[in-house]
């Protein structure tokens, strides 16, 4: 289950630096490389301490993070919904997105020039945030008009999903973006067809200055107060101390540059954990000598629909699953002891899987 992000921003706030950065990004340790697809995208592998523990005690023959997609969605300026810039091809980039990283300008400096003159993040939130309404209003005028002919047969779904749109264009009219609505589990699920881009969930990326990275700072506080009720996540980050981490060739010079910031990791890695939590994602293991994995799963699936990420045909003739906890697996050290301890479950169809557990799927085709 892959991961996408879109970064959105203004020009000269940080986003092109953050991009590279984790499109570049030197692993923190040596299982975890990059690769790039294509320009505008890039793969960064998801930083998970608990592989690193699991591998030193099973030995395996490799170790395969979990990955995350970047999408570098550039061009977005005032008028992109009409077509300004390359605004329509990279708000189609976004459609395709499952979240959004919302990069804001909170540092002074007067050698890099802002596009509007001045330091003001919650202005440039909002040039992006009527854009993506906009674009959205266009989108769900067109789904009315296109159930303006299908409800005159009065299904009731049909008339379920018109006065939502309906509800939904007000909303955007009002200026909210649409994940600020408060809607109950079917609504959600009807306004997911509807693919627009304001009900994605967004992580607003606050870039500092080098002073700011640990308390932030005016502007960062700003942000704060203005989305509090937006549903939106908040981090705090210097897109320049990322570039610099990047530039280093070991993991000891890069730990030792962090350890004068007094910061425990770079800002990347807490980002990329930030957009699992927002996304509602969780991992869970495999682990053998022939590789040790990390999968990603929606929090809530049960065990087949996890066995499922791996291969459907192990949802299909799922029979049992054979589950140890992260941390016994850690303490007693091997398989048997976790056994011997009695804290090896079997577990069925109807079992929650939990993020960090070891698991081993048994199935029938």
């Known amino acids: ?97 499952d979240a959004i990283l919302h990069v804001l300008r909170c540092f002074d400096d007067n050698n890099i020039v802002h596009v509007d003159g001045n330091i003001n993040p919650i202005r440039d939130k909002e040039i992006i945030d009527i854009e993506l309404q906009l674009k959205d209003l266009e989108s769900i005028e067109k789904k009315i008009q296109s159930l303006s002919r299908q409800v005159k047969s009065g299904d009731k779904e049909l008339l379920k999903e018109n006065d939502l749109a309906l509800k939904v264009k007000k909303h955007l009219e009002e200026g909210k973006s649409v994940r600020t609505m408060e809607l109950d589990e079917k609504e959600q699920e009807i306004i997911s067809k509807f693919h627009l881009i304001t009900s994605k969930p967004v992580l607003y990326v606050c870039n500092v200055d080098e002073n700011s990275v640990l308390k932030g700072n005016k502007y960062v506080e700003l942000v704060k107060e203005n989305i509090r009720n937006e549903n939106a996540g908040v981090l705090v980050l210097g897109a320049k101390i990322e570039a610099d981490i990047n530039e280093l060739e070991t993991f000891e010079e890069r730990q030792m540059f962090l350890d004068e910031l007094n910061l425990d990791e770079p800002g990347i890695n807490r980002l990329i954990r930030e957009a699992y939590r927002l996304l509602n994602l969780e991992t869970y293991f495999t682990a053998g000598v ?59 169809k109807e079992y929650i899987v939990q993020d960090g557990d070891i698991m081993h799927f048994r199935f029938n085709v």
């Not at 020009?11 to 790039?36: D, E, R």
């Not at 990390?294 to 629909?305: D, L, V």
């Not at 791996?310 to 048997?336: C, L, T």
């Open 290 to 348: 022939k590789e040790v994995r990390a999968w990603t799963i929606h929090k809530g699936m049960t065990a087949p629909q996890a066995a499922g990420v791996i291969h459907s045909d192990f949802e299909k003739g799922f029979i049992r699953a054979e589950v140890m906890k992260y941390n016994d697996f850690i303490s007693y050290g091997s398989e048997n002891a976790v056994k011997e301890a009695g804290k090896f479950k079997v577990e069925g």
């Open 1 to 97: 289950m892959a991961l996408k992000c879109g970064i959105v921003g203004l020009p000269n706030v940080g986003k092109s630096t953050l991009f590279n950065c984790l499109s570049n990004a030197k692993a923190q340790a040596a299982n975890f490389p990059f690769c790039t697809i294509e320009p505008n995208i890039g793969t960064i592998s998801v930083p998970d301490n608990r592989l690193e523990k699991l591998s030193e005690i099973v030995h395996p023959e490799r170790v395969v993070p979990t990955n995350m997609e970047i999408v570098d969605i550039a061009g977005l300026v005032k008028g992109a919904s009409k077509g300004e810039g390359l605004g329509n091809q990279f708000l189609a980039n976004i459609r395709e997105t």
